[in-house]
């Protein structure tokens, strides 16, 4: 992680799908280790895609079950990974305009750990 700006690293956190990687390099570097704002940003990266793996393995085929075919175990499912694709997007615009957004619930949690680890 030698090179790249606290900016970039934090803003690397939530692309989506691979952001979960750069999460864990940047809260694993001794470079990163001090700086709040972007754990901050590899924590909360890291949260939402948690959640992202939770509809696709948990939500999702629960509303399968119970719901039965299609369309209804798909809708809810994709909805919510929609709203969470969004957040990755809206996550890359605030960072990118060096903005420390906190999302609902996720925001929370992110700033608890990191409080946590000081």
């Known amino acids: 992680m030698h090179g790249i700006s606290p900016r970039t690293a ?13 999460s864990i390099v940047v809260l694993a570097s001794a470079r990163f280790r001090t700086d709040g704002r972007v754990r901050f940003h590899a ?3 890291l949260y939402l895609f948690v959640a992202w ?6 939500i ?9 075919g299609p369309p ?10 929609a709203v969470i694709f969004g ?3 809206f996550m890359i615009i605030k960072t990118s305009q060096d903005e420390l957004y906190k999302l609902p619930i996720l925001g ?3 700033e608890k750990s990191v409080s946590e680890q000081r």
């Open 10 to 22: 934090s803003l690397l956190c939530y692309i989506p799908i691979l952001g979960w990687i750069v």
């Open 43 to 45: 924590f909360q990266g």
């Open 53 to 58: 793996l939770l509809v696709d393995w948990v």
């Open 60 to 68: 999702g085929p629960a509303f399968g079950f119970a719901f039965g």
């Open 72 to 81: 209804f175990h798909q809708a809810f499912p994709g909805l919510m990974k």
């Open 87 to 89: 957040a990755w997007i």
């Open 108 to 110: 929370d949690l992110a």
